[in-house]
């Protein structure tokens, strides 16, 4: 069964707050320890499914939709980092953790270390997937595209062009994530990028795509295990290991692949996860090849 099958069986509790006078809802469910997930550019907690299989028999899993995305209300403040981590923290704290895992999926990445700033005593382990952790790490043409769209009078046209299933499907394949597009991941994505609010996506991306956080992954003195596709096409992946490869607690793992994660590709990544969070190593053949 591949992990995305998996995740079928695996229900979890939908909860909502108030945070800043808006909705904010979360998911939660697993045993153990807490795990804190923060989704990606336009996503929502769906976005780990096919996490789940991997987690919720070691982690109790708290998946907020960040606020502008999924089901939770836009801030009507900036959608910075630090004020996405904010609301990630209030699901935290709404669920009765006080210490937790954190994980961060893509630019997710960024509210995820922007939550060890906010909480530095509740952060224990990192998981970061395909993270946006450096502007020097990621591909010069990806600054230029995000540069292009969000553009104030070029903008709107993109939220535009995003909603046209057809156009949105074509950029995927041709810009981001190359052929290997699956069908469901494609379809949930596409509902998400309908109900993100634009004002907090054009925020998220350009405040996002400026952190810095290799300091903090060097010296927060956290075990981190970072995760990527070996042909990623927003990710400098050879820089990113040169940079961080030597540091003795981050665990890098390089899946052969590309932006757009395959089955195949997935179910590595659920043993790779597993693994660290069993404090087990990691998958020998990747290890060396990172």
């Not at 939770?72 to 990630?88: K, Q, V």
């Not at 990621?138 to 993109?158: D, E, K, L, S």
Request: hydrophobic letters at 45%; proline letters at 6%.
């Amino acid at each position: 069964m591949t992990p995305a099958a998996a995740a079928a069986d695996v229900v979890l509790e939908e909860r909502v707050l108030t945070h800043e006078g808006g909705r904010l809802r979360y998911l939660i469910g697993g045993t153990g320890p807490a795990m804190l997930l923060c989704h990606g550019f336009i996503g929502s907690a769906e976005n780990f499914d096919s996490w789940l299989p991997a987690l919720v028999n070691r982690r109790t899993v708290i998946a907020p939709d960040l606020p502008g995305f999924g089901k939770s209300a836009p801030l009507r403040g900036r959608h910075s980092p630090a004020a996405l981590a904010r609301a990630a923290v209030a699901a935290a704290d709404h669920a009765g953790a006080a210490r937790y895992d954190i994980a961060g999926l893509c630019l997710g990445s960024s509210v995820a270390m922007a939550v060890q700033r906010l909480r530095p005593p509740a952060v224990q382990r990192v998981v970061l997937h395909t993270p946006l952790l450096h502007p020097g790490l990621v591909r010069r043409h990806f600054h230029a595209q995000v540069g292009v769209m969000t553009a104030p009078g070029v903008w709107p046209t993109i939220v535009w062009l995003g909603h046209q299933r057809i156009v949105s499907d074509v950029y995927k394949r041709l810009m981001v994530e190359g052929p290997e597009v699956d069908s469901v991941a494609a379809q949930v994505n596409f509902d998400n990028q309908m109900r993100a609010d634009p004002r907090a996506s054009r925020e998220w991306l350009q405040d996002g795509l400026r952190c810095d956080e290799l300091a903090l992954v060097r010296t927060g003195g956290r075990r981190t295990l970072i995760l990527m596709a070996r042909d990623d096409r927003v990710l400098d992946v050879p820089r990113i290991v040169r940079t961080l490869g030597r540091e003795p607690h981050v665990d890098l793992d390089v899946i052969e692949g590309g932006h757009a994660w395959s089955d195949a590709m997935r179910a590595l990544q659920s043993t790779s996860i597993a693994s660290f969070l069993d404090d087990q190593p990691l998958r020998t053949e990747n290890t060396e090849a990172a």
